[in-house]
């Protein structure tokens, strides 16, 4: 069975930072890219970074280059995002998914406010 447990939000003041991390289990963990999403309140989930399986290459949307770090160990079946530098418009919840699956964890939800 498929599970991805993320952990890691909370509640941070602009400028802060958080690590996020997702544990996988029941599949190859060490054979899928990996991917962070977040949604928004009233908006659609949407890609925030992504890594490849071997964690060789990374990808990230325009919003958070230079400020989000995607990257994972194989050996523990878990991919993290680290967020620094961060801004209210980074309040959401965090969701990790493995490469080609359908299957979402609960979240985590990240609210960035003084």
């Known amino acids: 069975q498929v599970q991805l447990v993320e952990s890691g939000g909370g509640l941070v003041q602009p400028g802060g930072s958080l690590r996020l991390s997702c544990a996988a289990s029941?599949?190859?963990?060490?054979?899928?890219?990996m991917s962070w999403y977040r949604q928004a309140p009233g908006k659609e989930r949407r890609l925030v970074a992504n890594i490849s399986s071997t964690g060789g290459l990374t990808n990230y949307v325009d919003s958070v280059k230079g400020r989000f770090t995607i990257s994972r160990d194989n050996a523990k079946n878990t991919v993290y995002l680290q967020m620094n530098s961060l801004k209210p418009d980074d309040t959401a919840m965090y969701y990790c998914?493995?490469?080609?699956?359908?299957?979402w964890g609960q979240g985590t939800q990240v609210t960035v406010s003084s």
């Open positions: 029941g599949f190859t963990f060490s054979t899928y890219a």
């Open positions: 998914k493995a490469h080609g699956t359908a299957y």
